[in-house]
């Protein structure tokens, strides 16, 4: 399997001039295409840290960190937002949607930023919107929709710009158990069908169940990393 | 979609940008209409001078317009009116001798302007015949006078009473005449109505032991840009070391003056109100990039560029600035065009100074369309300034913490 990211010896120390606070102490990881990963651990333990470096929102205080080869440590801030349009998708706790936009347009976006053509994004639209099960209200603004179904077009929107990775922080943290199910039933479907590789943030024992792999995280170090036989 | 974005986020919150829309719809207004009826009644008063009297340029001999003598007079050569019809917008020449006299009826006698005319031409240039009241207007072989209806009044005096005029000639001439009232005309200014006498030319000249001078040769020109591009052209080719050219604005500083003095207290005004309006405008921004950081933070991480980020925001700043003064200046274009086809009259104290200065007694606007213009781009660049506060808080976000915050 393709190694597609690759985490060495990362650290994270925030106020490092005063009290320093040691967020992530030495992570090493490796995640292969297709794999369905969830990081898992205490509120503090690291996870969003770690995945804000993974996909370039922050930056390391040691280590580097390698996407397909590519060390995005070494990128200034416009190449790493470049970056992250092409390569990385992102599915946020509170869905983060563009309030202004439908669900079409919103899930358009990120390929207009890319500059594809009118018809590709249609049909990219089409298929994923019926993917997530919303062909139906492709027309509806972000109010008019369920936190469920608003996080199924951010997973849409995710995928729209057809990443090496899905990154999700905590994406049922708002979310019902019954969508719960649903959208993971995507995501999972989408991991199966399509091979996309999807690394999660969670607490959420739920989704926990359905990862074929889990990483634990604790006091900014990982303590475990098995394989779920049960997952997805 | 940059612009589609904009236009639905600035519709976003309708309450605060239709209060927003509506300080700026307020400030446009009241800019407009206080600039409008300030030129309005500045050109009213100009048109009105350059009309009655000056036109919008003089030919003078050198000297002329300080000195003021008939000693400074000049013929009119065939060559220099040649000259000076060929200047485009210039329709005629027309003549006059004027100077000081000494006007005596009865036992009274006051000081009087007395101006020699071409009856014909200082008619199509000023409209003076319209002004008798009483009597006939003059033609170009009369030896009568006009007479202003002020002047004739103190003297008592009516239609075929003599006048008798004494005043100091061409080069020391004594001047003396005595000379039938054909006509009474009527003045706004209660300065001229105290004081004009006419002449016709011919009259005028033998009168002063000046045949065939001029003191004065005004231009008679259409308009006031037609004007301004025929001076400047004049100004060029005319011979500078015997003649001189006045244009309407060296011939009446004193209106030039109290208009820009009446623009900076304008100015000053709708500053302090654009001021007030700005911090509005300002809160508003400051509300809504902080709602937004969030969101904005979300925008760079899905992979939208800062400077993407940063037209967004600025057009949405513009288009809440743009969207209330164009209703504003729609607003204030109806209302202001309105009252220039039915202007308000002005009645009381108020009408009595516009008499003084020889203007009707009316409020005239301008729908001039640098006015509105001027309002766009005012709006337009505040709102472009206030809108560099979002930008700088996008170029310097660091989406992990606008997101953690």
């Not at chain 1, 995928?159 to 199910?181: G, Q, Y």
Request: charged content about 20%; proline content about 3%.
């Amino acid at each position: 399997m393709k190694e597609v990211i690759k985490v060495q010896a990362i650290k994270k120390t925030y106020n490092a001039e005063s009290i320093p606070v040691h967020a992530l102490r030495g992570v090493d990881l490796s995640i292969q295409q297709g794999e369905f990963t969830a990081l898992v651990g205490p509120s503090g333990s690291g996870k969003t840290t770690l995945l804000n470096i993974i996909g370039g929102l922050d930056a390391a205080t040691e280590g580097s960190v390698l996407i397909d080869q590519q060390n995005i440590s070494q990128l200034t801030d416009s190449q790493l937002i470049d970056f992250r349009k092409e390569h990385i998708g992102f599915v946020f706790q509170a869905y983060n949607l563009i309030p202004v936009l439908t669900a079409k347009e919103n899930v358009e976006f990120v390929m207009l930023l890319q500059g594809k053509s009118q018809a590709e994004r249609d049909a990219r639209v089409k298929d994923l919107l019926g993917a997530v099960g919303l062909s139906e209200q492709i027309d509806r603004r972000p109010n008019q929709l369920s936190g469920g179904q608003q996080q199924r077009v951010a997973v849409a929107r995710a995928l729209a710009s057809k990443p090496k990775f899905v990154l999700a922080d905590e994406p049922t943290a708002n979310l019902d158990s019954k969508s719960t199910a649903d959208l993971l039933d995507i995501m999972a479907k989408l991991n199966r069908e399509e091979n996309i590789t999807f690394l999660f943030s969670t607490h959420d024992q739920r989704v926990i169940d359905r990862a074929q792999r889990i990483v634990t995280l604790e006091d900014g170090a990982i303590i475990s990393d098995e394989q779920n036989a049960i997952g997805s | 979609m940059i612009l589609k974005i904009a236009w639905r986020n600035v519709w976003r919150n309708k309450r605060r940008t239709l209060i927003t829309a509506a300080a700026i719809f307020f400030a446009v207004l009241f800019s407009v209409v206080a600039e409008s009826f300030n030129r309005g009644i500045f050109d009213g008063m100009i048109d009105n001078t350059v009309r009655f009297y000056s036109g919008y340029g003089q030919v003078l001999k050198k000297g002329y317009w300080e000195e003021r003598t008939l000693d400074k007079s000049f013929e009119l050569s065939d060559s220099l009116s040649q000259q000076l019809l060929s200047i485009d917008g210039v329709d005629q020449l027309v003549p006059r001798l004027e100077s000081f006299a000494l006007a005596s009826y009865g036992k009274i006698t006051k000081s009087s302007m007395l101006v020699g005319i071409d009856p014909s031409k200082e008619n199509q240039l000023t409209g003076l015949s319209k002004r008798v009241v009483k009597g006939a207007y003059l033609k170009a072989d009369d030896q009568a006078i006009l007479i202003s209806e002020g002047l004739a009044n103190k003297f008592k005096l009516d239609i075929q009473d003599t006048l008798v005029l004494i005043s100091q000639g061409y080069h020391g001439v004594n001047a003396a005449g005595k000379y039938p009232v054909k006509g009474i005309v009527s003045f706004g200014s209660p300065e001229l109505n105290a004081t004009m006498v006419f002449l016709p030319l011919a009259t005028a000249q033998w009168f002063y032991g000046a045949e065939g001078l001029l003191s004065t040769l005004v231009l008679d020109i259409e308009n006031k840009s037609t004007a301004e591009r025929a001076v400047a052209e004049l100004k060029k080719t005319l011979n500078a070391d015997d003649y001189e050219l006045k244009d309407w604005k060296q011939m009446m500083p004193e209106i030039i003056e109290m208009k820009a003095l009446k623009e900076s207290s304008n100015k000053i005004m709708l500053l302090v109100l654009y001021l007030i309006v700005s911090f509005g405008i300002f809160g508003v921004i400051v509300m809504m990039t902080k709602e937004r950081q969030y969101e904005f933070a979300v925008l760079l991480s899905i992979g939208m560029q800062r400077r993407t980020l940063s037209m967004i925001t600025w057009l949405e700043t513009v288009l809440l600035g743009v969207f209330g003064a164009l209703i504003g200046i729609v607003a204030s274009y109806a209302m202001m065009y309105y009252i220039l086809l039915n202007p308000i009259k002005v009645t009381g104290d108020m009408a009595v100074a516009y008499e003084k200065f020889g203007i009707e007694p009316i409020l005239l606007t301008s729908v001039d369309l640098d006015i509105f213009a001027n309002q766009a781009i005012t709006v337009f660049v505040i709102t472009s300034l206030i809108a560099l506060y979002p930008l700088n808080k996008i170029w310097k976000m660091k989406p992990v913490d606008a997101m953690r915050s």
